[in-house]
């Protein structure tokens, strides 16, 4: 079993790019979700989506874009990149039913200059 | 809105030691989750250990045990004789009982000294 895949797993952006973070889980888990990771704060959650056509906002979504057309895939998307978005961005998936933890990711490193 | 508070940045333990790290957390739920999950330096978050608030008992995987107190809202982590993988960045995490919305401490390095 894959889990959930994350690509890339590095990325350099100039600020004022975008770019489309890829996630994809092979687990058939109805919820998923991206957090960024930054020192000291632990794991803030960006956007999650319930199911394919269905997304919500996290935390701090300001900055950043998501869409569920499949319950495979769950791609982020950065507009118009900021310094302050240079951070470690995970993917992450779980069961519909409550309570089960998440499958996360390896993770995203990016670094806006 | 939930918060999860991990007070301690940084922790060491000597190899073959046992080791608590603390959690706190503020919610008005009765009914919700609480996990550690264990990130080593490959960056993948790895669960540890869940708790449901509503059972009294406490959780336990092999080494790892928490001690919940639910109307102290504390749900700590020991570790007993502790290894050199243990070393990581420990995460505590809040989930509402129908909410798959998970909420993160700051986390806490722990070190295991040979």
């Known amino acids: 079993n894959a889990g959930v895949t994350q690509t890339p797993k590095f990325q350099v952006l100039k600020t004022g790019q975008s770019m489309t973070l890829q996630c994809a889980q092979d687990m058939n888990h109805e919820y998923m979700s991206w957090y960024r990771q930054d020192p000291g704060m632990g794991l803030r959650l960006i956007h999650y989506?319930?199911?394919?056509?269905i997304t919500d906002q996290g935390e701090v979504p300001n900055g950043y874009n998501v869409s569920r057309s499949t319950t495979e895939d769950f791609p982020l998307r950065l507009l118009s990149a900021a310094p302050s978005q240079t951070s470690v961005y995970f993917c992450a998936s779980s069961q519909a039913a409550w309570g089960y933890g998440y499958t996360f990711g390896s993770g995203t490193r990016l670094t806006v200059v | 809105a939930q918060t999860v508070t991990q007070s301690q940045p940084e922790m060491s333990v000597q190899e073959a030691e046992t080791v608590t790290l603390s959690c706190t957390y503020d919610t008005s739920e009765n009914n919700y989750y609480l996990f550690w999950y264990k990130q080593p330096p490959s960056r993948q978050m790895i669960l540890v250990i869940r708790?449901?608030?509503?059972?009294?008992q406490n959780a336990t995987e092999n080494r790892f045990s928490v001690n919940f107190q639910k109307a102290a809202k504390s749900f700590s982590l020991k570790i007993s004789d502790s290894q050199l993988g243990d070393t990581a960045m420990y995460f505590c995490?809040?989930?509402?009982?129908?909410?798959?919305?998970?909420?993160f401490g700051a986390g806490t390095r722990l070190t295991v000294k040979p």
């Open positions: 708790q449901e608030a509503y059972k009294q």
């Open positions: 995490a809040f989930m509402r009982y129908n909410n798959n919305d998970m909420r």
């Open positions: 989506s319930v199911g394919a056509g």
